[in-house]
């Protein structure tokens, strides 16, 4: 297996998805195909360090935290990022993935927990929904995310909500704003107008009210 691109190891608090909360190691892929207009990671779009897969796996054991979210950029984007989610698994990690289902869902290792965008016109990169991977999430272990630039993606998110059955898709389905774009208070409003039923739910992003918004490794 070649080195794979690494942009950075960190131990933070998880600020999304149902995991909110959780103690985790990220481990942030470097590169990503897709070039969202709300992107809060841009600097691992070419930053990154060389590593083995050894070497990544010894990183992420030397924290001693159980759970751990391999992340990018779009982590799918290196062909290594599917033996890297099988190896945690086997270390006894219990391993979430953060992708934006540009790439096949397929060959990920079924103990992983995945969180997959699904992006909204606001985003500038619907085009890239990879559909098909709607058949490979794991209805009682996966979860799907929008995040919403304006009440168009949401109206958006709801119309595919329908479209695809996605509340039997998911156990999760987050409605996540763009962090300085949409007031917290519009996206909760319109949640609650519409009486949407789970697992829809609203969704901050939690490190960015414990850390400065742009601080890194957190």
């Known amino acids: ?23 985790m190691v990220f481990v942030r892929l470097t590169g990503c195909p897709l070039r969202c207009v709300w992107c809060d990671t841009e ?11 050894g070497e990544i796996l010894a990183r992420v054991a030397a924290f001693g935290c159980k759970h751990v979210e391999v992340t990018g950029g779009e982590p799918l984007a290196q062909q290594g990022c599917y033996e890297l989610l099988a190896r945690l698994a086997d270390a006894g990690h219990t391993v979430l993935l953060e992708t934006a ?13 995945t969180i997959m965008d699904l992006k909204c016109p606001g985003s500038g990169e619907e085009r890239r929904n990879r559909w098909a991977n709607l058949a ?3 209805p009682a272990r996966d979860e799907l995310k929008f995040v919403i630039a304006d009440r168009a993606d949401y109206e958006w998110a709801k119309a595919r909500i329908a479209e695809y059955d996605l509340g ?14 949409l007031e917290y208070e519009a996206l ?18 939690l490190h960015k ?4 918004p ?5």
Do not use: C
Request: proline fraction near 9%; avoid cysteine; charged fraction near 20%.
């Open 1 to 23: 297996m070649q080195p794979m691109l690494i942009n950075e190891i960190f131990h933070s608090i998880q600020g999304e998805s149902s995991w909110a909360g959780v103690p």
């Open 43 to 53: 600097y691992a779009f070419h930053e990154g360090q060389a590593l083995e897969l």
């Open 101 to 113: 289902g540009s790439h096949d869902l397929a060959p990920v290792d079924p103990r992983v927990h």
């Open 136 to 138: 490979h999430l794991k």
């Open 168 to 181: 039997a898709r998911a156990k999760a389905i987050l409605f996540s704003p763009v962090f300085g774009k």
């Open 188 to 205: 909760a409003r319109w949640i609650l107008d519409d009486r949407l039923p789970p697992p829809a739910r609203f969704q901050a992003q």
């Open 209 to 212: 009210h414990i850390w400065h």
């Open 214 to 218: 742009a601080t890194r490794g957190v």
